[in-house]
């Protein structure tokens, strides 16, 4: 009887077992994890200054052209077959030549702008039977901005953190069989940033980005 029961319950446990194991080899059949890194071009609105103690907007402008650089560790397929989901660290910087109030010039100020970006991003590939797939989505995290004067002699430069997003599209184009060329858009912002306290009350200001970037991602 006993021999019985435990022939039976081993029966049990390895039937149980199978369908289980078969779902995890599933699974696993459909994940693939991806690294990858990019780099390319910003273009930013003029950066607005909200002061606490005049009613009204500055403006930094006269900006040049920034540049972005990053890169990114994620998995697809481990909720739905189309989504990934990454987390991604990237770097960008800008540089400012004056102020203006209401269109009108104010000072030469010049300032450097570098902000460091780490967000966690879904996107979603729109697969086809092609080697190119069209991707869409968006990320949120933080976003390290430090403002640096370039020409105010001994004012400090200035370490903020804010709310950070992105929203982007792009395409990939597999040039192999675990390697992908990248091309993308992102609007990017961070919110709420500390401007430098030198100059009187607590200012803020938003920083947003258009970035244009290219890239390469490699599927392990």
């Not at 597999?174 to 060329?181: C, K």
Request: hydrophobic fraction near 40%.
């Amino acid at each position: 009887m006993k021999k019985t029961i435990l022939m039976a319950t081993s029966a049990a446990a390895i039937a149980l077992a199978m369908p289980t194991s078969a779902h995890a080899a599933d699974l696993d059949s459909t994940m693939n994890w991806y690294v990858s890194a990019f780099g390319g071009a910003s273009f930013y609105h003029e950066p607005k200054l909200r002061t606490t103690f005049v009613p009204t907007t500055y403006k930094f402008s006269g900006n040049n052209v920034g540049f972005t650089a990053g890169g990114a560790i994620g998995v697809k397929g481990i909720f739905m077959p189309n989504l990934r989901h990454e987390l991604e660290v990237s770097y960008s910087q800008l540089k400012t030549k004056n102020i203006k109030l209401g269109g009108v010039f104010i000072a030469p100020f010049k300032f450097k702008f570098s902000t460091i970006n780490v967000l966690a991003n879904t996107w979603y590939d729109f697969d086809n039977e092609t080697a190119f797939t069209p991707y869409v989505g968006a990320g949120t995290g933080i976003g390290i901005v430090t403002e640096n004067p370039n020409n105010l002699g001994p004012v400090p430069k200035k370490t903020s953190v804010g709310f950070a997003f992105q929203v982007g599209a792009g395409v990939k184009y597999a040039i192999a069989e675990s390697i992908d060329l990248d091309v993308g858009y992102r609007l990017r912002g961070v919110l709420s940033v500390k401007h430098i306290s030198s100059f009187g009350p607590t200012k803020k200001f938003d920083l947003f980005s258009h970035n244009i970037q290219a890239g390469l991602s490699f599927r392990f």
